[in-house]
């Protein structure tokens, strides 16, 4: 089963400010509509709640630590490691979608980075965590118009 980091990330490694995204970025939601169709999305409960409700096309396991937390149609678990079990159970690829705890759990599962690389540097409440980057090789590079999408494989 493949693993796969997905986030965007700003030049000073924010990620999100008051539960949402400091940034609109119409060409970065259709990627990550495009990456994610059809695969299991792994997310904290935190950014489960900011979005609201479980996206089409794609299974949604929430991670979480309270007892008893439940959502319509997502399952939960308690654990990076259960929710993989769960998306691998399915024959699916885990797209990991969020948040920072979660990111900095997965990264050294992750077969492969998605990143958006927002050229960008907003005040936000919300990091991506700190990357080795000698364990990961640029793969592609597809420049827009104030970011990039790049892809990683891990070396």
Known sequence: MQTVIIAAVARN???????????????????????????ALIMGRVTFESIGRALPGRSTIVLTRRPGWSHDDVDVAGSLEEGLGMAASRGQKACIVGGSEVYDAALGLADRLELTEVDAAPDGDTWFPEVDWSRWREVDRQPGDGFAFVTYERV
């Open 13 to 39: 490694g924010v990620i999100g400010v008051d539960g949402g995204l400091p940034w609109r970025i119409p060409e970065d939601l259709a990627r990550f509509r495009e990456l994610t169709m059809g695969h």
